[in-house]
């Protein structure tokens, strides 16, 4: 308790939407609360499987994102003086959970379980949530939350300032850190776009015909007679975007009835999607310019095409997009029809061919448009900065644990091998108990004290390469095994080519392993 002016000041912990505050600010009670609430719903996880039946791991890693993972990151993009002692238990709590979800054995390292079922470390989560924050939060100018974030940050660079002396960066201020050096390339408005645009110009639809052409043939006749048949009277417009091998991103628009050639250059940040939609928009200028009463605009983003024609109420829709559909109200109101069609790229069309070109000009172009991203723009590359840290730190714990792991799968995967399989979960599992190098092989649970001898009933150790393929007790199964995978895994075949074929080996090794009645 403190005393001020002879009265005794009670301090107690508060709860503000949701986050509980100790008098002590060590989050230490806030995760305690919440590691409670990840733990029940890890139940859940439980009920609805074994090691070798039940859900998919797929569908259980499913529910884990949506009833345990919310939990585990609650209120951590605010974390700074939280102990050691309560990260570990954070983490512990997401390895658990996954463990059962994977269905792999307690003894697994850390490392390969994260990356078996395509998840980052939770103090790297926190990062990629605080850039999002921080982000959304910098899209707005007159927002009191990035101020209060932009003082934390001068705060925590304050040298006279003793609490953030020799303690880690909060979340929220590298997410500052990221953004306070975007500002001049960020677009940023007192308020969203989306609510200071008509509804009715938010609400209009276009539809997008298809050219129904197939890739890699001359189409150039058969455009031509499709155009004359069904947009006969129309004039055509081809759009396009590009980026180039170091991110650079450009435009390009070619308008054949005025030998409009047009290339621009726009900042790195864009997405090749923003960049079609900019040409789009170049060419609905042209028209604006011109008094062509219809028009069909021929592009091969059918991303930028929908997202120019159909209805998105987010407040995530960019100013880009608004600012095209806008030009497409007006013209529409001067009674102009504006049709747009996809056109499949590397069709050999000229026309599609030539803005393509344009594009990649444009792309190499030394002058780059002053135009501003969206702030959704920067959140693929910021999650491209985190993973690359990942797979550094990855790396580096690989080389300590998880040493047979990477022997077969030496980058961190982009996606679970088991995604879409539809194979059985004991299928799954078992494949993943032999990735990971923890499976119930006796070599294994010797190591780890469950098995008093490491050796086979044929007096040789028990590895998962002596189980599938040298075990003398069942050599003829063995052949049978080694013969059905060299069929579909290219030579030279071994357990490390079989472990890098997950989803054409493991049917394979689970036939061979029912038929011995032998579980790993």
Not at 278 to 284: M, P
Not at 303 to 322: G, V
Not at 389 to 409: D, L, M, P, S
Request: charged letters at 20%; hydrophobic letters at 40%.
């Amino acid at each position: 308790p403190i005393t001020l002016d002879g009265k005794t000041i009670e301090l107690k912990d508060i709860t503000y939407l949701g986050v509980l505050l100790d008098y002590s600010l060590n989050w230490s009670k806030h995760v305690i609360k919440y590691l409670a609430k990840a733990q029940h719903a890890t139940h859940v996880i439980r009920s609805l499987r074994s090691t070798w039946w039940g859900s998919d791991p797929e569908i259980l890693i499913t529910l884990y994102k949506g009833l345990i993972r919310p939990h585990l990151d609650f209120a951590g993009i605010m974390f700074s003086r939280i102990s050691k002692k309560m990260v570990a238990k954070l983490e512990s709590a997401q390895l658990i959970a996954l463990k059962l979800c994977a269905g792999f054995m307690r003894s697994t390292p850390s490392n390969v379980v994260l990356a078996e079922t395509g998840e980052m470390p939770i103090g790297m989560r926190r990062e990629w949530i605080a850039h999002k924050f921080v982000a959304k939060q910098f899209s707005l100018n007159n927002n009191q939350l990035r101020q209060n974030i932009i003082t934390m940050y001068a705060n925590f660079n304050d040298n006279n300032n003793k609490y953030w002396r020799n303690k880690p960066p909060p979340p929220l201020v590298e997410g500052c850190d990221y953004f306070l050096n975007k500002t001049n390339v960020m677009h940023s408005s007192n308020i969203w776009p989306i609510f200071n645009t008509e509804l009715s110009t938010i609400l209009q639809t276009k539809q997008i015909y298809s050219s129904q052409l197939a890739k890699e043939e001359d189409n150039n006749i058969k455009f031509r007679d499709y155009i004359n048949t069904r947009w006969n009277g129309y004039h055509t417009i081809f759009t396009d975007g590009s980026v180039s091998d170091d991110k650079s991103v450009g435009i390009g628009v070619y308008i054949p009835v005025i030998n409009l050639k047009f290339s621009a250059r726009l900042p790195h940040h864009m997405s090749i999607c923003t960049a079609e939609t900019l040409a789009i928009i170049k060419a609905l200028k042209v028209i604006m310019e011109n008094e062509w009463e219809k028009v069909i605009i021929c592009a091969d983003s059918r991303s930028a095409l929908e997202r120019i024609s159909n209805i998105n109420l987010s407040y995530k829709l960019d100013h880009h997009t608004i600012y095209c559909k806008q030009i497409l109200a007006q013209l529409q109101s001067q009674g102009r029809t504006i049709e747009f069609i996809w056109i499949p790229s590397h069709t050999n069309i000229d026309g599609n061919e030539k803005a393509d070109t344009l594009a990649v000009e444009g792309a190499n172009l030394e002058i780059i448009s002053p135009l501003k991203c969206n702030f959704t723009e920067f959140i693929p590359q910021i999650k491209v900065n985190i993973r690359q840290k990942w797979q550094t730190k990855w790396r580096e714990i690989c080389n300590i644990k998880g040493k047979f792991y990477k022997a077969h799968t030496n980058e961190l995967p982009t996606k679970k091998w088991f995604t879409k399989s539809h194979h059985s979960r004991r299928a799954i599992v078992t494949m993943n108990r032999l990735r990971s190098g923890h499976s119930s092989v006796k070599d294994h649970l010797y190591r780890i004290g469950m098995a008093d001898s490491p050796l086979c009933a044929c007096g040789q150790t028990q590895t998962a390469l002596h189980v599938l393929f040298e075990c003398t007790n069942y050599l003829d199964a063995c052949n049978e095994l080694y013969i059905a995978l060299s069929k579909k895994i290219p030579s030279p075949l071994n357990l490390i080519s079989v472990l890098q074929n997950p989803t054409i080996a493991d049917l394979h090794v689970l036939e061979f392993l029912d038929g011995l009645n032998i579980k790993l």
